[in-house]
Every structure is written in C-alpha cells, then in structure tokens.
C-alpha cells in the first residue's frame, strides 16, 4: 500500500527560530501571578463538581477569588506607570 503524502511546500514558511524572544518571556513572567491565582480558583471550583460545597469550600473559593482580584490588580498597576508628580 502506498501512502499519501503532500509534496507541495507550505504556504507560510516557517521562521527559522521557533522561541520567544526576550521581550515575550518577560511578559510571560510579568503575567504568572495572574495565571496562577486563576488555576488555583479553577482547582477549588472543580472540586465542587461532585459534591456539594461546605463551609470550608466556600472559604477556599472566596480566598481564590480574592487572590485572582489582588494578581490582577497588581498586574494592572505593574502595566500604568505612575506619573512622577503623583509619586
């Protein structure tokens, strides 16, 4: 049996290097904070999807709720520099 195989080039040629660069990683690392916060409240509420939520559970939810809220709000202040007269 023979097989099928495309013998055209692609379209888009692909770069010759496939990392990030210096200025996507430090946005990356600048964004972690938030991701994690947001996985963290991810891991509390699928807990819930089989069984129903007790004190304790709505604590870790209000808890990770809060830490996505505070990751956000330093990332968006990390984002605006403040002014110097402000400061």
């Known amino acids: 049996m023979k097989s099928i195989v495309a013998r055209h080039t692609g379209v888009t040629p692909l770069p010759a290097d496939l990392e990030p660069t210096d200025a996507e990683l430090s946005e990356i ?3 972690m ?8 409240l991810l891991d509390a509420l699928i807990v819930l999807l089989d069984r129903p939520a007790s004190e304790f559970d709505g604590r870790r939810i209000r808890r990770a709720h809060r830490r996505v809220l505070a990751a956000r709000r330093d990332a968006a202040n990390k984002s605006c520099p403040v002014p110097p007269a402000v400061a």
Do not use: F, G, K, R
């Open 33 to 40: 904070p938030v991701v994690l916060a947001e996985v963290e």
């Open 29 to 31: 690392e600048a964004e």
